[in-house]
């Protein structure tokens, strides 16, 4: 059975334990560690100049008050200030979208105390002048306080030439397919017995604005980290241990990373009690040169997964354009992932949301309990009705020593989404089968298909549909 990612459903339930002997399995190669990565404790490296290097008759005060701003998820136009107030009563910054000819986005404060103005203020998506118009950028600007000015005028720039933003400090939508990965993260922290932080979530938490979590249980949030972003992306490297690091519904922030000094030395377990996924990683995160073992054993409630990720496409909106304004991608590169001797359900489960990607590169999928007999990784098209995802496996491995009528993957068509999602599958020795699962929304065919060049069976459980679009 293939289980669903949802929050509260419950976790498919493994054949009895003690089946009669199966044949020996096929022999699979072993899958090689790569080499160590070498990560520095290197800067983060400066953002370009806040307007247009190349603009002739930048604003004078426009340039002395902006001393960073940056767009997140914006689309390839030209974007610049159309309007700035540093009234008594008001701050406030207007972003142009030069393709639209209209404001998009801005920033605002009402009564702002000069004085103690925030390190960032972030960026509003909606129109200033018209706020139905959802734009979905994402952002933020930090002002240099020495400049500002308390004056009841009002700047308004119709000259591009005068306010238009560096293109270096925009990141563009489909950035996410390959910008979020790259061995040269901006910040490195280092985890571990010894350092200044040594448990997943005492490092997790220095990264939250917020504060602890009220309810750290609760699947559907994502704390917020204002110093990560696409421009500075966090890497916590841990140490490896002789005893595996514990968690329990563990929040990762957008463009933070989970590493480890060693594959098989840096491992995650379920800590005792835990209800529900080890790790909760939602959008632009992922994991890299370590274990992830679900350990917890089955109970009711939510799924006990190793890492969950299903909760971004509930925060997916249109713009005013029809864009999904939040395009994000999951990715995991040398990670183990274990099915534990108590656990029942598979390491890994998601909702792909819309124009979203969870990547596996180089990865392996096992099992330590004898009896699981269901699928060791998971997605559902998510509860978006535009669809258009991609769950992608390069170069890796089944070594879970199953028969060949055991699938490796499962996906499940939870709604009816107008483009299909895609699972690719290259190059990975021991996957021999997927399965094809409806939802408790009803059969929608043709919400899955199959690419790659490992040929896999289908086992469908939706008649009619072969993965074939």
Known sequence: MLTSCGGEDQPAQPPSLGPPPEPPPPFIPPLPVLEP????????????????????DLDPYLAAIT?????????????????????????????????????????????????????????????????????????????????????PA????????????????ITTR????????ADNF????????????????????????????????????LPTCLRANPHHR????????????????????????????????????????????????QANTG??????????????????????????HTLQTPDSEGDINRDYAVHFENVRFIVGRDAAIQPFGSGVGVQASVNFVHCSFERENPGFGSVLVSANNSSGTIGGGRFTFTDCRDVSGRQLDVSTIGVQTKTDAA??????????????????????????????????NTALTVDSRIAGDTLSG
Do not use: M
């Not at 040169?289 to 997964?305: E, F, H, M, V, W």
């Open 154 to 169: 009002i700047w308004q720039f119709g000259n591009p030439e005068s306010s238009r933003i560096n293109r270096e400090n």
């Open 37 to 56: 990565r070498t990560l520095s404790l290197t800067p983060a490296p400066e953002i370009g100049a806040p307007f247009d290097k190349t603009a002739s």
């Open 287 to 312: 994991a890299f040169d370590l274990t992830l073992r679900n350990t917890a054993p089955s109970g009711p409630g939510r799924a006990r997964y190793a890492w969950h990720t299903d909760f971004v």
């Open 234 to 281: 966090i890497a916590l490297v841990f140490d490896a241990s002789e005893r595996p690091y514990l968690g329990a519904s563990e929040h990762v922030p957008d463009w933070v990373y989970l590493g480890g000094r060693e594959r098989d030395g840096t491992v995650f377990e379920h800590a005792p009690g835990a209800t529900g996924a080890l790790i909760e990683g």
């Open 419 to 452: 483009n299909a999602n895609i699972v690719e599958v290259n190059d990975c020795l021991g996957f021999y089968q997927i399965t094809l699962s409806p939802g408790d929304r009803g059969d929608f065919p043709g919400k899955w298909i199959l690419q790659g």
């Open 186 to 221: 901006q910040e490195i922290i280092e985890v571990g017995e010894g350092r200044e932080f040594a448990t997943i979530r005492a490092v997790l938490e220095s990264l939250y604005d917020g504060g602890p979590l009220e309810d750290q249980e609760l699947s559907s949030q």
């Open 67 to 151: 001393q960073e701003l940056v767009l997140f998820n914006a689309k390839r136009r030209d974007y610049r200030v159309s309007l700035l107030e540093t009234s008594a009563n008001r701050f406030r910054i207007h972003i142009w979208d030069e393709v639209l000819g209209r404001e998009t986005a801005g920033f605002e404060i009402r009564n702002p105390d000069y004085e103690a103005l925030p390190e960032r203020i972030l960026l509003n998506p909606g129109n200033p002048l018209l706020p139905t118009q959802f734009s979905g950028l994402q952002g933020y600007i930090r002002l240099s306080r020495e400049a500002l000015e308390i004056s």
């Open 174 to 181: 489909s950035d996410y397919q390959g910008r979020h990965w």
